[in-house]
Structure formats: structure tokens, C-alpha cells
């Protein structure tokens, strides 16, 4: 059970790092949250772990709060910024995919300690990349369309789980799909792919849904250098 509690402390963690950041720099900040987390959810990812005796990935709750972020960009700002942030994400992807594998590239000293390291983490990137960026592209285009329609159909200002909630359930899925199809068929046995998809979307929609206080909260700052233009 270690690593239910510690997964449970683990996100909140994320979502208070979250609204610091946001309170810190505001629109701004959702942009540099976006291209943070869209690196280290592709770092994570490469470490399974087990709860409630299924493997996962991690990665979940930090690719979570980039829907988060687009999602109150989209509430906050309109449309246009969230897909800002979502070009912003696949371009800092890629940036991180080519000076890494570059990186590699050089002849480590006999004294290095870290080239093996660094294969492990970053050798399956280029496979991991593509899957990463399809999905993530597919997913969150998918996720503000869906948002911005939902807007229009419950427009409340306390209808905004439903439209948060909404535009996840659907585009996560795909994302789920999209990227453990690319990213791990035939690297694990069908058994455990079925495990890692499953939870996979499992787990982001809960962080998802479990975010939903926070993009309240983040949603009632106030910034005197902004202008709401949803």
C-alpha cells in the first residue's frame, strides 16, 4: 500500500507546485508548467510500478496537470491561448528529444558515471517521442474542442467540473490508446500492455477528476496584469 499513500501524497504535491506556480506568474506560468511537465512526464514514464497488484507507469499525474493547465487557460483566457500552450508542449518535446539523443551521442570519459544512466532514460525517447507527440497533439486538440463545446453548453461558472471533466473523459482515452499502442506494443507481453493501457487512462482521469478543486481554486486568482478574454 506504500505507493497508493505515496502516490496520493504525490499529486498533491504536483497540484501545489501547480497553483504556486500559477499564483507566482500567471499565464505565463501555465505555459512554463506545460513545457516542464510534458518532460518529465516522458522521463517518468520509463519506471513501472505496481497498485492494487496492476503495473503502471508513472508520468500519470504530471501528464494530468497539463490538461489542467489547458483547461484553465481555455476557461480563463479563451480557446486560442490553450492552443498556444498545447504547441508550446509538442515544441519543448522535441527540443528535449533531439539535444538528448545528441547528447548521447558523445564519447563518454572512462571516468563517466552517467552515460549508461542516461541510456536507460533517454535511449527509448525517440519511440517513446513519437508516441508522445501523437498522442499528446491528437489528445489535447481533442480536449480543448471538447471543452470549448462544452462552455457553450453548460456556460455556468459553477458548471466547470462538468466542463473540465467532460473534455478529459474522451480525449485521455484517445491519449491512453494512442500512446501505449506506439510506445509499448511488443515491448511488453499483451497481458501487461492491457495492464498499463488500463491504468494508464484509469489514473489519469482520476487525477483529473481529482483536480477539479484546484482548477477552482486556480481559476478565482486574480492578476492585475490580465485580462480575461474567454
Same mark, same amino acid.
Given at each position: ?86 504547441? %508550446?508542449?509538442?515544441?519543448? *518535446?522535441?527540443?528535449?528529444? &533531439? ?9 563518454? /570519459?572512462? $571516468? ?84 498499463? %493501457?488500463?491504468?494508464?487512462? *484509469?489514473?489519469?482521469?482520476? &487525477? ?9 481554486? /486556480?481559476? $478565482? ?10
Amino acid at each position: 500500500m506504500f505507493n497508493v499513500y505515496y502516490g496520493v501524497m504525490f499529486a498533491l504535491v504536483n497540484f501545489i507546485l501547480f497553483l504556486i506556480c500559477y499564483r507566482l506568474f500567471g499565464k505565463q506560468g501555465l505555459y512554463v508548467w506545460v513545457g516542464a511537465a510534458t518532460i518529465l512526464a516522458n522521463i517518468q514514464v520509463v519506471k513501472t510500478i505496481e497498485m492494487f497488484g496492476l503495473v503502471m507507469t508513472l508520468g500519470n499525474t504530471m501528464y494530468s496537470t497539463i490538461y489542467l493547465s489547458t483547461d484553465l487557460l481555455n476557461e480563463k483566457y479563451g480557446q486560442k491561448e490553450a492552443k498556444k500552450a498545447v504547441w %508550446f508542449g509538442f515544441f519543448t *518535446l522535441i527540443m528535449t528529444t &533531439v539535444i538528448m539523443q545528441m547528447a548521447l551521442f558523445f564519447e563518454p /570519459a572512462q $571516468s563517466d558515471i552517467a552515460q549508461k544512466s542516461m541510456e536507460t532514460l533517454f535511449g527509448l525517447m525517440p519511440r517513446l517521442a513519437v508516441a508522445s507527440l501523437s498522442a499528446y497533439l491528437i489528445s489535447q486538440f481533442i480536449d480543448v474542442r471538447l471543452f470549448s463545446m462544452l462552455k457553450k453548453a453548460f456556460p455556468g461558472y459553477g458548471q466547470l467540473w462538468i466542463r473540465n471533466n467532460g473534455s478529459t473523459l474522451l480525449s485521455q482515452l484517445i491519449d491512453s490508446l494512442v500512446f501505449c499502442t506506439i510506445a509499448f506494443a511488443g515491448v511488453y507481453e499483451w497481458n501487461v500492455w492491457f495492464e498499463i %493501457f488500463i491504468t494508464t487512462y *484509469l489514473l489519469k482521469f482520476i &487525477v483529473s477528476a481529482a483536480s477539479t478543486p484546484v482548477i477552482y481554486i /486556480a481559476r $478565482s486568482f486574480k492578476f492585475k496584469t490580465e485580462k480575461s478574454e474567454a
